[in-house]
């Protein structure tokens, strides 16, 4: 291997460090031909855990990994955030035994079609962008933390030496998570979360609730927290909420929450640990 092919690698696998990824789009981006990625790869520098994507030999697959290569070096405005990002952040109450953990991606943009093929414990899924429709977000290292907060969003750290990852704060992963809910199981699961959110922060909760798109999710977020007579939610700023008007139908034969006007299953009791 040449000296410049030489200096060319050193850098690559620094930066790659023990769970980073690289696309192969992103290598061409950045002056490695193909030749050249086929010689790193032969000669065992690379290993390509699916078709499109490398990383270093010996290094770690994980979802932490992946994510941050979509971020970063992909530069797409995707976050984890919803049901995983809750769990991640120490809010799950149970898990959905059989099923394997789908890290929960919301944002504008697409998964590459290399991000579902890897052979990962979870899986990605891909939300969309509701319930919130903010200015697209990339997520380089020059966007300050406070843009990311402005947006109900956060770097979080998954383990020593390793890079953040940008996720929803509580607050918002809540609203996502409540904007999914389809049926009584989905309630029951929102409801059992929801128990656990006794540290919201009221300031975040009003700003996220004024700009959250779906009058379902902000209903919903509501009367599970007055369910549970959380503190923070007598401190939260309601002014500019839009609510809708009318009642909605969550669940059939559902009781109706008086104040917020939706429908929940009359069983929420029975179903907390």
Same mark, same amino acid.
Request: proline share 6%; glycine share 12%.
């Given at each position: 291997?040449?000296?410049?092919?030489?200096?060319?690698?050193?850098?690559?696998?620094?930066?790659?460090?023990?769970?980073?990824?690289?696309?192969?789009?992103?290598?061409?981006?950045?002056?490695?031909?193909?030749?050249? =990625?086929?010689?790193?790869?032969?000669? *065992?520098?690379? !290993?390509?855990?699916?078709?499109?994507?490398?990383?270093?030999?010996?290094?770690?697959?994980?979802?932490?990994?992946?994510? $941050?290569?979509?971020? !970063?070096?992909?530069?797409?405005?995707?976050?984890?955030?919803?049901?995983?990002?809750?769990?991640?952040?120490?809010? +799950?109450?149970?898990?959905?035994?059989?099923?394997?953990?789908? &890290?929960?991606?919301?944002?504008?943009?697409?998964? /590459?079609?290399?991000?579902?093929?890897?052979?990962?414990?979870?899986?990605?899924?891909?939300?969309?962008? $509701?319930?919130?429709? /903010?200015?697209? @977000?990339?997520?380089?290292? +020059? &966007? %300050?933390?406070?843009?990311?907060?402005?947006? #109900?969003?956060?770097?979080?750290?998954?383990?020593?030496?390793?890079?953040? !990852?940008?996720?929803?704060? /509580?607050?918002?992963?809540?609203?996502?998570?409540?904007?999914?809910?389809?049926?009584?199981?989905?309630?029951?699961?929102?409801?059992?979360?929801?128990? *656990?959110?006794?540290?919201?922060? /009221?300031?975040? !909760?009003?700003?996220?609730?004024?700009?959250?798109?779906? &009058?379902?999710?902000?209903? @919903?977020?509501?009367?599970?927290?007055?369910?549970?007579?959380?503190?923070?939610?007598?401190?939260?700023?309601?002014?500019?909420?839009?609510?809708?008007? #009318?009642?909605?139908?969550?669940? %059939?034969?559902? $009781?109706?929450?008086?104040?917020?006007? =939706?429908?929940?299953?009359?069983?929420?009791? +029975?179903?907390? #640990?």
């Amino acid at each position: 291997m040449s000296d410049q092919n030489k200096s060319k690698l050193k850098p690559l696998l620094a930066g790659l460090g023990d769970t980073g990824l690289v696309s192969s789009r992103w290598l061409k981006a950045h002056g490695y031909s193909n030749s050249l =990625i086929a010689r790193y790869a032969a000669s *065992g520098w690379l !290993v390509s855990p699916a078709r499109g994507v490398y990383m270093r030999q010996g290094g770690r697959l994980q979802w932490e990994g992946v994510v $941050r290569a979509l971020q !970063v070096r992909e530069a797409l405005s995707l976050h984890v955030g919803g049901r995983f990002a809750l769990a991640w952040q120490g809010h +799950e109450h149970y898990l959905r035994l059989g099923e394997a953990a789908a &890290v929960t991606l919301y944002g504008s943009d697409r998964l /590459p079609g290399w991000a579902t093929k890897m052979p990962l414990a979870e899986r990605l899924q891909a939300c969309g962008k $509701r319930p919130f429709d /903010p200015p697209v @977000l990339h997520f380089t290292p +020059e &966007v %300050p933390d406070k843009a990311l907060l402005e947006q #109900g969003l956060d770097r979080r750290e998954s383990g020593p030496g390793m890079d953040a !990852v940008v996720c929803s704060t /509580p607050e918002r992963a809540m609203l996502e998570l409540c904007d999914g809910v389809l049926d009584a199981p989905a309630v029951y699961e929102a409801d059992a979360l929801m128990q *656990g959110m006794a540290t919201l922060r /009221p300031e975040r !909760v009003g700003m996220l609730l004024r700009r959250c798109g779906s &009058v379902k999710a902000k209903r @919903l977020f509501l009367a599970l927290a007055h369910r549970h007579g959380h503190a923070w939610l007598s401190h939260t700023p309601l002014e500019g909420v839009d609510l809708g008007r #009318g009642k909605r139908s969550l669940v %059939p034969g559902g $009781r109706l929450h008086p104040t917020y006007q =939706i429908t929940l299953p009359g069983d929420l009791d +029975e179903h907390l #640990g």
